[in-house]
């Protein structure tokens, strides 16, 4: 079955590797034809169409590092890496400007966002600790120094609907919104697969054991710049041990109870608000109901 | 289907997260019962009996960064951190030790490499350039002059069986020897799916243009520290137009082609070399062939 649609995926640009490689062609790019995306920090300037806004490269400070996104209709297209990156959540400044975006926008932001974001908090050598320099159109920063070379990061995430009797566990993490609930998650760490990643998760968060794991659908989320694993699985039985550090809570839901909390639109009903939209867990939640 | 078996999977340990925040917790566990992981820089000792040699706390250097494994038996399990990392693949003396280890710890292995040689490259702070210390029983560090946290990478790549009428097509990287054929692969970038980063790989190094990607399987490979995501892609022509920068040769091959080459062991026939024990690729074309 193909992979359903998730958000911040299907992005426009061209990536040309081979162009990044290339210094003189990349050099060669760097005329008044070539587009810078605006950025005021890490939040995309609008145009009035609802569209990315484009500057050229005159309008980047004469310090700015910048980064080649890729090609679009042909034109080079640029980003300066900002003063200060984030590395953590949107802010809901972010969140406003955001859904105000086309889908083919939000995917192109999404991949720019997460590596200037990455270069601003990235600038020395965490081998040797001395300032580093950009690469490759910015894919890369070595280290004069020591000479090691640094990539930008994209950290895998494993995020689950574990399903036991035509219900589905979701979970609260104390940082959301009252009544909101969603796919449990958690980073894959070293010496893991993504299945055994969902199975440790499950046990840990909720005290659930799983079996027959299985890939539904991936997405890139670019705060800061995670690889969302989307997968389900099934629980052996619904007995729960709810980690209260990682969980607020946790609870089975019906799917009558979650047709229902979609139904009831972004503000939700007495017992659950239906996960926001681009978050992966909608868009599994979304798929399992449908099939 | 459930995903087929891969190799540095199946650790035994349990990873105890509950104890890694707790200070307590494992200051309490680091008494002359803990067991230490035997490394020789990033190689690992072996027992006559062929299995992981284990010391006691006392055998680590007074100054040494020690990481907290998890559980095994009930034992706290630790390794320390080497003088230097490696950070790229494994080198002849390391795959000569390995081929004798069963896959339990293999897997063990393989992830306390991984974490060990990540903090043996990144003890200093990416984001202003100071000395940091490990936290969270070594799956954190921090850095005391500017407060910002760092995390062991993992680095999500996709490795693709592309086909089009019962042919695979296999490539060869220039660092391969002689005849080896292996699956195209390459690192997710930022701002990408899963089954965007299998199009583009393909795409950028052998021309094809693919539909019906499909994940097949994942694996840790701690060389240094990847998740290897192994999916199924279908080529829409067979055309060929390689990126000579990136690959040596492409070429399809015949189911036969394939089986015989398995046959024909580790040095290979004629025409092939089959992907070595450990790696997914062939544990994807065994899938392929055996399904």
């Given at each position: 079955m ?20 290339d210094?003189d ?19 995309p ?31 080079a ?24 975006l ?14 200037v ?19 490759k159109?910015?894919?890369q920063r070595?280290?004069?120094?020591c ?74 989320w ?18 729960l ?27 939700g ?9 681009f ?9 399992w109901?449908?099939?």
């Amino acid at each position: 079955m193909a992979a359903p649609a998730v958000a911040f995926s299907g992005s426009p640009l061209d990536r040309a590797d081979n162009i990044r490689c290339d210094p003189d062609a990349l050099g060669g790019l760097m005329d008044w034809r070539a587009r810078l995306l605006k950025l005021d920090g890490l939040i995309p300037g609008i145009t009035n169409d609802g569209t990315l806004e484009w500057g050229t490269l005159a309008d980047a400070a004469d310090d700015a590092e910048l980064v080649f996104l890729g090609l679009l209709d042909g034109k080079a297209c640029f980003a300066a890496v900002p003063e200060e990156g984030a590395g953590g959540p949107a802010d809901p400044r972010a969140w406003q400007v955001l859904g105000l975006l086309q889908p083919a926008d939000l995917a192109l932001y999404g991949g720019a966002r997460s590596l200037v974001d990455w270069h601003a908090r990235h600038s020395f050598c965490a081998r040797c600790g001395s300032p580093t320099k950009p690469a490759k159109g910015g894919w890369q920063r070595n280290c004069p120094a020591c000479g090691a070379e640094h990539f930008p990061r994209t950290d895998p995430v494993t995020i689950m609907l574990v399903e036991h009797e035509d219900r589905l566990l979701l979970g609260r993490q104390p940082r959301f919104p009252p009544r909101m609930y969603s796919a449990l998650a958690g980073f894959v760490e070293p010496g893991e697969t993504i299945e055994e990643a969902v199975a440790r998760e499950v046990l840990e968060e909720a005290g659930v054991t799983v079996h027959d794991v299985e890939y539904v659908a991936s997405q890139p989320w670019p705060f800061p710049s995670q690889l969302m694993i989307g997968c389900h699985a099934k629980a052996s039985d619904d007995a729960l041990t709810i980690d209260r550090t990682e969980l607020d809570d946790a609870r089975w839901f019906t799917r009558g109870e979650l047709l229902e909390a979609r139904e009831a639109g972004p503000q939700g009903n007495d017992t659950i608000i239906y996960p926001r939209p681009f978050a992966i867990a909608r868009t599994l939640i979304d798929w399992w109901l449908d099939r």
